[in-house]
Each structure stands twice: as C-alpha cells, then as structure tokens.
C-alpha cells in the first residue's frame, strides 16, 4: 500500500524543477507510504512519476517504485495490492525475474497480454499511473470497486495526478477554487461523488476506469470502462444462478474462502478488524480456517449504552480462538480525533463513523501493518435497514394521498426523538430482534422526512440523504444530476438500492472512510468480500437468497453459522457508533457553536446561515435529532477553517 504523484507538463521543465515539484507532491503522502520514496522523469522531462512506499510484498529494494518494465516500454507508480501475482508469474514464462513484488508482476503481464488483458486478469485493489513510452501516452487507472482513490486535475502548467488532494495543494501552480457544484452533493450525501471533487478542475477517477492521456488537457483524455457495475448487474440478472440454496452456500464460502486466503499474504504482520457482526466475523473465521496460529484481531468498545459491540466481538474471538485486542474508549479519547479529522479525510467527508474507524486503525497499526475488513458484505447481500423496510414503505405509502401523508409526517415529528426512544426501550422486551433497532426515533423521523416521496428511486434518494435540499443550504452552484444508471436492467427495488449503494454509496463513503483513516496510520487494509470475483457471483443470486423471512445476508449468514453459532451473532444491526447527538449538546457544543456562527457563515459565503442556525436550535432544543445535518456542515466548516490561508472566500 502506497501513495502516489506525478506531473504531465505542457513544456519541458528543467529536471531540478520537474523533481522538486513531484517531490513536494510525494511529501504530502508520507503518511501513506514512509518506507520509502522515489521519483523517476522521462528523458523529454515533460513527465515525473513518484511514489511513497509502505512494504508489504519484497521488502527488498527490488520492490521500489517507480518503477520500469523488462523492456523499458512501460513505468509505473502504483498503490494496491494484486493478490494473485504469485499464480500470474506461472502463466508469464520466460521471464527473468529481479524481486517478488506484485508490482513487477504487473508490468510483466502488461508487456505479455497489453494493458486491458492484464487488468482484466488482475484480482485486487489498485490505483495506478502507467506511462507508455512507446505510444507516449499516460494511463491512470483504478480499480473495479473503487477500493483506492486517484485524482487529477489540470493547472497552468498541465495534468496532476496522486493518491489524495494534499499532494495537489503542495504543487506551487494549484489554485484551490472551491467547487460548489459538489458541496451540494456533500450536503446530500456526506460525501462527494465521483468524478467530483471539492475543487474545479480536479476530478477523480471513476471506479472500474481508465484514461488515456496522450497531452496534459482535458480535452485530450480518452475515457474507458473496463469493469462496470450496472453491466455485472445485468449479466447477474440474465445468468441467475440455478442451484440450491445449499449449493449457493458452498459456492460462496469457496470463493470467500479464497479470496480471504490471497489476503493473507503478506511480509508484515496481518491481522483484522472484528465488530461481531456478520461481515467480520465470517472474515475472521475464514482466515483462522487457513491459519496454523491464532489471528490477530481488534475490536473497540464504547461505555454508552447502545453503541457498545466490544462483547459481541470478545464472543466471537473467543469462539474461534483468535489473539483478540480490544480497547474500550472513553468520549473524551474520541473526541480528541475531532479536530484531526479535516486533515485525515483530506476532503470534505462526513460519515461521521470515520472516528470509530480512525480508532481501530490505529488500535490494529500499533501490532501489524495489514489488516482485513468486513466492508461490502452489506451492499452485495442486502444488508442495509433500507433493503429490508423501503420496499414495503413504498408499497404502504404509494396508495396514500400526499395530503394525508404530510400529516402522518408532521404526527412522528411531533414527538421528539428522545421520546420514541424511550417508548422503543419500554416495548423492547415484546418486539422481535428483527423490530429492534439503534436510534429508532432518529429513524422515525428519518422515515417521515421520506413520506413524500414520488416514486421508489425518489424514496431511496430520500433516505440516501442528509439535506434533502441542498440548494436551501449552498450559496451558488447547482446539485449534478446523477442518473439511476443500469437500475433499469434490475428488476426488483433492494437490488436496484444495493446496485446504487455499490455504484455511489460504497467507494464514496465507505472505501473513502476506510482508506483514509487506515492510510492516516500507515495500515493497509484488504476487503475480501470485494473481490470481484465474489461481488459477480452474489449479482447472480436471486434476491429471496440475500432476503429472506425479513433477515437481511440469508447466504452470508449461512456460511459464518458453518464457523459461529448462530446464537452468537443474531442481533439487531449496529455497527461502530459514537454518540454524536449528545457530543454536540454537550462537550462538543462550544467547538459547533463556533463553526456554525450566524456571521462567520454569512462571511465565508459557502452556505446560508438561516437553516443551519434553525437545524442548530431543534437539536440543542431535542425537538428534532440533526446531528448528522449538522454534522455534514461541521466537517465542511472544519475543513474551510484549515484550508482559510488557500482559498479565496467570496460573499454570498
């Protein structure tokens, strides 16, 4: 795992100053990669490549990057991981191989089968810039699922490229213009989405893409898909799988058991996140399957009631018999994050389960360098509340005028969500698991917001959503319109919600999250259930194996209960949580009031200051739970603030 830069100039630049520019960029990612560093400029000095190295295959110097292929054709700087490499060198003979790293692998392949044969074979996660100095031409390319970021951007002096938006803001030629287009789409979303950014003229690459850049302008790149989601989709849906239940089980726990077991190679120590859910669990237990010695495994723990799966996790440990740690942590450690978080995100993010996951990170770096996580399980085997409620939400409502709707909305927002809370607490021991859930008056109302949805897409947007209008709240610009692409090829609403949680939800926030805080750290960490492999077997299954009898990852389930006793792991959904709500009525108030400041808004011109202050005062009053509305805006603000001395900050 790694971070990487690099320039395309529009002239030729003397070789000191190409190097001391990419060389700066490559500073601002230490963090990802402070084994090593290296850079590499081609003969016309109008290209430099440079990489940060964080080793984990071929700790030797044969491993460093940039790096160049046998014949001199193809140099690379490249963050990832391509776990098949090993069985790839057997069909690649003939070659003289130098090292063992995956990298070298990779240009071999590329040499071999062209770059499109190579990506296509290639199992892992990856961001790269290739530079063909036969076609003279650039590739930036990353990876089916989106599981590594890379960006680019265009400045005076011709295209940027690197793993996070520091590296640009190092460059002397970048002007950071905000982008008001894409702070609606945080205040929707809590992120920004592909191929947006925070800034003009810098975009990210899509997930499953690659550009070929044969001049550094905009004009002259040439876009390719070779992987898509929506077409995975759709193929899943014509070859449906036609087996038993029983079968879709043994053919999944084969494919997860190999694609855990590629991810546990590695010349570091490896380990795992452990949450006691579904998807962590059934992780850790097929790595112990395959292990000759107990894993390492790392869970963290919260002392307020509800949001505390430390002894779910220490179960599940036990059960399985890994080398389990576990830290439980207090409010006040967690708040200490708080103000780190705008320069471990680097972008204006707002998940705010980032602070759970920054602690865990940095709880499992302190032991190993690679760790694997449970990611994806959720929007592959419809793991979400939305997948198993809002179908039957949209069947209920759809008949009901919008009139009467609008009351029933106003009837569940009367009560404060503290209220419903304590009715939910009082009934718990008469509802069923699958009826118990975390924050149910934050949902309630939540699902009121829904009420007046126009249709099942609208309705999933709705819920999707943080600010369900953000051209109230943004000063300037105008929401992208994002098309439901390929939902149309899918039959059924939670499979047109899980291929639009895969498409937007997944690499934006939760890939987002999760290489952030773990690279803020120095961890490289796996997702196994992303393999692609996994990820175009479960689009072939049909939905009544993901959905069933009203349990959400029927088939996920039935493999880990082969590992864990079921009386184990059934629960209603939690997932690291932190008590954000009561932070920002409490201890946290004084540093939210500040950022939310009626003048400092109206100064700073980016929002309207009129319903953040009225959000504000519904939540310190407790008629109305915004703390993740406010917290969309806090992390923006946070951001700005230590942005100020770059950006130039019109009025509204």
Known sequence: MCGLAGAFFEQSLVAEEARRQVEAMCAALHHRGPDDSGVWLDGSRRLALAHRRLAILDLSPEGRQPMVSPSGRYVITYNGEVYNHAALRTELTGVQWRGHSDTETMLAAMERWGLKSA?????????FALWDRDEQALWLVRDRLGIKPLYYGFTSIGLLFASELSAFRAHPEFQGEINRDAL?????????????????NVFKVSPGTMLCVRAPRREAIEETIFWSAS?????GQERRFGGSPAEAVQQLEALLREAVGLRMLADVPLGAFLSGGVDSSTVVALMQAQSNRPVRTFSIGAPETGFDEAP???AVAAHLGTDHTELYVTPGEAMEVVPRLAAICDEPFADSSQIPTFLISQLARRSVTVALSGDGGDELFAGYNRHVWAERVWRAIRPVPH??????????????????DRWFGLATSVLPKSAQQRMPGYKLHKLADSLAAASPLDLYRRLASQWTDPSRLVCGGQEPNFPFDGTAAVADFPSQMMLLDMQRYLPDDILTKVDRASMAVSLEVRVPILDHRVVEFAWRLPLS????????????????????????IERPKAGFGIALGD???????????ALLDERRLREQGYLHPAPIRAAWGEHLAGTHNREYQLWTVLMFQAWLEQQRAELAVPLC
């Open 184 to 200: 609606h789409l945080l205040m929707r979303y809590n992120a920004i989405l592909a191929p947006h950014t925070i800034y003009r």
């Open 231 to 235: 077409e995975v989709a759709a193929q």
């Open 312 to 314: 779910y996790a220490r």
């Open 403 to 420: 009139r009467l709707r609008g009351a029933l909305a106003s009837g569940i927002t009367a009560v404060a969500p503290d209220t419903w």
């Open 119 to 127: 990506l296509d074979r290639f199992v892992g996660m990856f961001a």
């Open 583 to 593: 932070w920002l009525r409490g201890p946290l108030r004084d540093w939210a009031e």
């Open 545 to 568: 194996l993901k959905l069933r009898d009203g349990q959400s990852k029927w088939v996920l389930r039935q493999v880990l209960y082969r590992y864990v006793p079921r009386a184990l």
